[in-house]
């Protein structure tokens, strides 16, 4: 015979004032087969409903402790924590999620109440046949890897390795730096990005506990928290950053011009190159796909010129093997394509642009050096209109999300194209403004008041071309009248999306994305910088659109979690996992060709499968492909399930 | 009018959220179902919806990642296989196929959880109570 409790919160009204009476929850588990107490409290998560709680596993000597409350998402290891401490094993107790997956769903309270006890009586039946387990002892391996080099990355980079750890650093692109390398001035300080960004990135290159790969990408992931494997692509740069000066001498010689994608191709480059001077590392690469031919070798005038010989064209493509404990999500954003918003005329006219495209126009290191001029005919446009929430907030036709940063990089785009342009007049199309950050409102009334930005609250219609200029046709809606303006730019605030770098990190490592295509949070609120998968951590523009500070808050917030990790001796894994009854088993060995982790394995000696213990993740999936019955999991038995059905669909009890 | 009785088997990390998240957002929905949640929708064994189709469900909802988000990589595919193959085997038994609906949830996904459950209830309704061939004991675990 178990000694069975059952606590049932109230959860302030949340439970109690959607069932019939607290009465009747606790009436009917009190007549649950093996229940010697059952109990109601207000908070159970309370310290003195967990003291309550541990005191009744003391008093009644209690070896099985179902807590009927919230989502086991919350406070499953809450409750576990207080039976340890009463001298339980936490594997029996469980919780009956009769708050989000029933009062709070169920307006009706008889039927709200009469679910309840469904589920706490499956709930029951599920303790009944759960045996204590203890957790399994896994190593950790103190290093950390970090995908994506943009501001976040970096940041959470740097922060994991001040704290005394290595970091393996990979990003795809030449340099590190990301999008905000990219950007002129930054909001609402106007600090100039470079300025402020290259810094950190000379650290990155100089700080010994970073290994940066860059030309590369993570092409394998397996493992799990605290012993990842991770097989990293090494594009061949052809150029040996060991011997390169960067003296630019092939650079010059080489015959092939293509768009630099840096500039938006609003500048050109050669096919070997480095993408902008501050570059990290400072080395020049060979874009193979520019380059008029490697094998066979097609010009060859870039190596016959580089004096330190540098430069090597048999190289081939690498993958390297890193052994880290955490990875560090950094991946970024892309900007919505513009091609998507056909009434805006993207395509159709040359001088409707996006965010970016103006950023490096503006960037005094740019290639316009930070003037402004329009791209069809070079000349300087006097009346710009910027159009926000370009493909944002639009759940029918593009991104139902806003995408936070729009609002103030127009309201400074408009700010700094007006500082270039004295005689220039900005106009800005908005739905609403959202100026929620710290001196973020004064920056947007500062564009007002001394830069003379105007504003119209609404949308645009379209974009067409009359006699040279751009006709913006729009409704301000705050004095009902139509607005029409014969403009020499249109710029679109895009929104942002995950980059795709992002969606393919995500299929590859089976992580969650939210509705929006971005990674998921392990919890909205009060885990934001973790997935729920254990080990990934996530910083920047991948989680959901954000600003450089919110950025690199976030870096450092996922950085000082990865610290955690490393500062545990040892990792628990769940004990909740697949076993084998070898005396069942036929050696069919299908278990194992159907386990994801190469948790199951065949012992040819003995003739039958087993599982790898702190390899499996507990899926289950190997029980249900036994055909002979030897594989369970533990304290998920089919005994229990059936168990569990039987209760949760029947009226008459076990 | 005809209450059905639905057992759902919903797979922790997509599912089993999205219920939470329909719950937090305080959507309503049918009280017909009761969840039994696994940590992946490749655990729910063809055996355990006979188990709830003996015992006194009129439908069955399996619940699981949308294809290539598993969370264990490929468990929501090996569930749709069995999925297939045990609707052919409630045809053969004469029992309305629609009684059992595999459905991808996402955790972001609570409005579709409660429009499944909605849809899924209205459904048995209409079908009623399921025909069960033989009393039996109902325990399940001699199958």
């Known amino acids: 015979m178990r000694r069975i409790g059952v606590f049932t919160c109230h959860c302030g009204l949340n439970i109690a004032g959607r069932v019939t009476s607290m009465k009747d929850l606790v009436d009917a588990a009190a007549k649950m087969p093996e229940v010697v107490t059952a109990q109601d409290y207000v908070y159970m998560c309370s310290d003195p409903g967990q003291a309550m709680l541990e005191e009744q596993i003391k008093k009644h000597g209690l070896d099985g402790v179902v807590v009927a409350c919230c989502s086991p998402n919350l406070h499953l290891n809450t409750f576990r924590i207080a039976a340890r401490s009463a001298g339980m094993n936490p594997y029996l107790l469980n919780v009956a999620n009769i708050r989000e997956q029933c009062t709070w769903v169920h307006s009706d309270p008889v039927k709200a109440t009469q679910k309840a006890i469904k589920i706490i009586r499956s709930t029951v039946e599920r303790v009944r046949g759960s045996i204590e387990l203890n957790p399994l002892k896994i190593p950790v391996t103190r290093r950390a890897l970090v995908i994506g080099a943009g501001i976040a990355g970096i940041q959470a980079a740097l922060d994991i390795s001040q704290g005394g750890y290595e970091v393996v650093l990979v990003e795809r692109n030449p340099s590190i730096g990301g999008h905000m390398a990219q950007l002129s001035e930054t909001f609402p300080t106007l600090d100039c990005s470079q300025c402020i960004m290259t810094p950190k990135m000379v650290e990155v290159a100089r700080n010994k506990n970073i290994k940066l790969y860059n030309n590369a990408e993570v092409c394998e992931l397996t493992g799990f928290v605290g012993n990842f494997k991770a097989k990293i692509k090494q594009k061949p740069q052809y150029v040996d950053p060991s011997k390169c000066t960067s003296c630019g001498e092939c650079s010059a010689v080489c015959p092939v011009v293509v768009p630099n994608e840096f500039d938006m191709g609003l500048s050109s480059r050669k096919a070997i190159y480095i993408p902008f001077p501050q570059a990290v590392p400072s080395t020049y690469t060979l874009d193979e796909d520019a380059c008029l031919g490697l094998v066979p070798l097609i010009c060859g005038k870039c190596k016959e010129v580089c004096t330190p010989q540098a430069i090597s064209y048999d190289l081939e493509q690498e993958i390297v093997e890193e052994e880290v404990g955490a990875v560090v999500l950094a991946t970024g954003f892309d900007l919505y394509p513009m091609e998507e918003l056909g009434e805006y005329g993207y395509g159709q006219f040359p001088d409707v642009i996006d965010g970016l495209y103006l950023e490096r126009m503006l960037s005094a290191s740019g290639p316009t050096h930070g003037e402004v001029r329009r791209p069809s005919d070079h000349t300087v446009p006097k009346e710009v209109v910027f159009i926000q929430c370009a493909g944002s907030r639009e759940p029918d036709r593009h991104k139902p999300y806003c995408s936070k940063i729009c609002c103030m990089y127009t309201t400074k785009h408009a700010m700094l194209y007006k500082h270039r342009v004295p005689d220039g007049q900005p106009y800005v199309f908005y739905i609403d403004i959202r100026a929620a950050g710290k001196d973020y409102e004064e920056f947007y009334q500062r564009a007002i008041e001394e830069d003379g930005v105007q504003y119209f609250r609404g949308k645009v219609g379209k974009v067409y071309e009359e006699n040279g200029r751009l006709m913006v046709h729009g409704t301000d809606t705050l004095t009902g009248r139509k607005v029409e303006i014969a403009a020499d730019m249109v710029v679109l605030a895009m929104a942002a999306e995950p980059s795709k770098e992002t969606e393919r990190l995500l299929q590859m490592l089976k992580i969650g994305s939210g509705s929006s295509g971005f990674v998921q949070e392990a919890h909205p609120k009060l885990r934001p910088v973790e997935s729920i998968t254990q080990g990934f951590f996530l910083a920047g523009c991948a989680q959901g659109p954000k600003d450089i500070p919110e950025s690199v808050a976030q870096a450092s917030g996922a950085a000082s979690k990865v610290l955690a990790l490393f500062a545990q001796e040892e990792l628990f894994h769940d004990p909740e996992i697949a076993y084998v009854d070898e005396d069942l088993c036929i050696g069919c060995r299908i278990c194992v060709g159907v386990c994801p982790y190469s948790a199951r394995v065949f012992d040819e000696e003995a003739g039958v499968a087993r599982v790898q213990d702190v390899l499996c993740e507990g899926c289950g999936a190997c029980i249900v492909s036994c055909p002979s019955g030897a594989t369970s999991q533990y304290n998920t038995t089919d005994a229990q399930v059936a168990s569990m059905i039987k209760v949760a669909m029947g009226e008459a009890d076990v | ?143």
């Not at chain 2, 009761?34 to 439908?59: K, Y």
């Not at chain 2, 045990?86 to 955790?107: C, D, T, Y």
Request: hydrophobic share 35%; glycine share 10%.
């Open chain 2, 1 to 143: 009018m005809f209450e059905p009785q639905i057992m759902c088997f919903l797979c922790k990390w997509c599912t089993s959220a999205g219920a939470d998240l329909a719950g937090t957002s305080r959507m309503e929905y049918s009280p017909s179902g009761v969840n039994l949640t696994f940590m992946c929708s490749s655990r729910v064994d063809p055996q355990h919806i006979l188990w709830a189709f003996e015992n006194g469900a009129d439908g069955v909802l399996i619940g699981g990642c949308h294809p290539g988000d598993c969370h264990y990589q490929t468990g929501n595919y090996k569930t749709l296989a069995r999925f297939v193959l045990l609707k052919n085997m409630m045809r053969q038994m004469g029992w309305e196929e629609e009684r059992l609906r595999l459905e991808w949830i996402s955790a972001a996904e609570g409005r579709k959880f409660v429009q499944v459950m909605n849809e899924f209830t209205d459904q048995i309704r209409s079908l009623g109570p399921l025909a069960r061939h033989h009393s039996g004991d109902g325990n399940g675990k001699e199958d």
